[in-house]
């Protein structure tokens, strides 16, 4: 089975822009988690989705924002994307969300 | 509130000799524990988890509810154990994984 996808594999944006990455999860895994990874703060959870619909979300504002779609593949959105949202942002499969979760390589987004 | 401590950035041992990665949680339910590592180049991965009780790698770890803990141990590290280390907390029927820091292993020949 081919792992979990995540493109872009790196993005550099400007302060105030938007972006979009996607994620696309092992075939038969149906629940797609979002992580932030930063040196300060670690690994924080932002959202979970299942069957498209989202199931649990972090402590992040408003401006990231998620969806996912009937092939349960994900995209994660930063609206009016600040330096602070430099890092990297990590997505994560599995079956149904409680079994354990299979990483993707991240995409690395520097904002400047 | 949640919360998952690996006191240890960085752990450096010789190739052989014992090694534990410490973890204590915040939690005053029942958790459901985990062990991910991360390989130089590699994606994250899960090691272990505490409802398995099994030995990975060589790599062992028992929930001790007492202490609030769950540390990692190998009785002889190798050097392909080189690697970052993080323990991860699943409180009740959430399923988002609360994480530690992490700890960076360096194992020496």
């Known amino acids: 089975k081919a792992g979990v996808t995540q493109t872009p594999r790196y993005l550099i944006k400007t302060r105030g822009q938007q972006v979009t990455l996607s994620c696309s999860p092992i075939s038969g895994h149906r629940s797609v988690s979002w992580y932030q990874q930063t040196p300060g703060q670690g690994l924080q959870f932002l959202f979970e989705y299942f069957s498209e619909t989202q199931r649990n979300k972090g402590n992040f504002p408003g401006r990231f924002s998620g969806r996912q779609f009937s092939n349960s593949r994900s995209e994660m959105n930063v609206s009016t994307l600040e330096l602070g949202d430099s890092a990297l942002y990590l997505c994560?499969?599995?079956?149904?969300?409680?079994?354990?979760?299979?990483f993707g390589n991240g995409t690395r987004l520097t904002v400047t | 509130a949640q919360r998952v401590t690996q006191p240890e950035k960085l752990l450096s041992v010789f190739k052989g000799a014992p090694v534990e990665l410490k973890c204590n949680y915040s939690?005053?339910?029942?958790?459901?524990l985990f062990w991910y590592v991360q390989y130089s180049r590699q994606r994250l991965q899960l090691l272990l988890r505490h409802i398995s009780r099994e030995s990975i790698k060589g790599f062992t770890a028992d929930l001790n509810k007492g202490e609030t803990s769950f540390h990692l141990k190998k009785p002889f590290a190798q050097e392909e154990d080189s690697a970052m280390y993080y323990c991860?907390?699943?409180?009740?029927?959430?399923?988002?994984?609360?994480w530690g820091l992490g700890t960076s292993l360096a194992v020496n020949p």
């Open positions: 939690y005053s339910g029942s958790p459901e």
């Open positions: 994560a499969s599995s079956p149904d969300g409680n079994s354990p979760l299979h």
């Open positions: 991860a907390l699943r409180a009740g029927n959430n399923r988002k994984l609360i």
